[in-house]
């Protein structure tokens, strides 16, 4: 008969004192290196959900608010197709003003002759806003760097996108990155509302966000949420021969997800890291007090202030005990003594 499954969710409060000498003992572990396979190209999908409403932005909204067609290219983080303070190129300045990709597209090209970019990337339009809409695509490490933009439709010549945006770190390819969406002027007319008309801005002026008019709320237009599609996950971690499985994700103040990798130290605790085996991060406890006190103990302690979720499942009854620590917040001990009840 298989246990019936029950999740509960810790809350983690400041304890008062960090666990003494957790730091030392961390970095003294010994632990054998970890091979990290990182494929030289990785596949990702990248959703486009547009929040931008009468609701969200309500100055002026326009009738029949919508986003072009999604027009980029990966390519070599040197390049830049566009950026704030600089001056918008011809297609940037096509896709801001009338929504056309061809222009952009061209310019795509003209980099991957010069050995600068990789592939054109193009995907479908929202109509109306709110929406959303996926594109799929392959990424190389030549090439790690994403240029993703779409017009604010209509508008004199705004639009929202990403520039230069890397899909690794030092651990290698990123499983999540998501990007809040705020509005940027292409500087080349000088329209004030969603309806101006064509008004051109002689001599252009740079990209820049946009801090006047009605998209100045201070809410974000929507997300990019880029998640890579052709990797598994690390497994769980194995404590008390096998019985207890320790999941650990993580969160960046950037909006980079992703599971980290455990190593056992003993039968009952291991260590995690989140972007390379030589920077450890985690250390997890699960202790057997059952007969003393009727419980399995859960104890926690960590290095880092990166976004925490931690998860222990008890594979005899199917119970969940789950632990979250916010990102930009140094981690906070763990020092659980009633975790899970079922002995031994």
């Not at 304890?15 to 003494?20: H, N, P, S, T």
């Not at 998501?178 to 004030?192: C, F, H, K």
């Amino acid at each position: 008969m298989t246990p019936q499954r029950a999740i509960t969710q810790d809350t983690q409060q400041p304890l008062g004192r960090r666990l003494a000498g957790i730091a030392a003992f961390i970095t003294a572990v010994l632990v054998a290196p970890l091979a990290s396979a990182q494929s030289s190209t990785a596949h990702y999908t990248v959703r486009f959900d547009a929040t931008w409403s009468a609701a969200s932005h309500p100055a002026e909204f326009p009738p029949g608010p919508h986003f072009s067609a999604l027009i980029g290219a990966t390519h070599k983080p040197e390049l830049r197709m566009w950026d704030t303070g600089t001056l918008a190129s011809h297609g940037i300045r096509m896709m801001a003003e009338e929504g056309r990709t061809r222009p952009l597209a061209n310019e795509a090209e003209t980099a991957i002759a010069a050995g600068m970019a990789d592939q054109v990337l193009q995907g479908g339009g929202i109509f109306p806003s709110p929406g959303n809409v996926e594109l799929s695509f392959e990424i190389s490490e030549d090439f790690p760097t994403v240029t993703l933009v779409t017009m604010v439709a209509p508008s004199p010549d705004w639009f929202v996108g990403v520039s230069g945006l890397s899909l690794r770190d030092a651990g290698g390819w990123v499983d999540q990155k998501i990007v809040q969406l705020l509005a940027y002027d292409a500087g080349t007319d000088s329209g004030t509302t969603f309806l101006s008309p064509n008004l051109a801005t002689v001599p252009p002026v740079p990209v820049r966000q946009i801090q006047t008019g009605p998209l100045t709320s201070g809410s974000y237009l929507g997300t990019f949420t880029f998640t890579r599609t052709d990797s598994d996950p690390p497994p769980a971690l194995a404590l008390q021969d096998g019985r207890f499985l320790v999941r650990v994700a993580w969160e960046k103040t950037d909006g980079t997800r992703g599971v980290a990798t455990g190593s056992a130290l003993t039968d009952d605790s291991g260590v995690f890291w989140f972007f390379q085996p030589s920077n450890l991060e985690l250390l997890i406890k699960v202790l057997d007090a059952c007969s003393t006190f009727d419980h399995y103990w859960v104890f926690a302690a960590g290095l880092t202030n990166v976004g925490v979720e931690i998860e222990v499942e008890d594979t005899a009854t199917g119970t969940i005990r789950r632990w979250e620590n916010p990102v930009g917040q140094v981690f906070e001990p763990i020092q659980s003594t009633t975790a899970f009840s079922a002995c031994p």
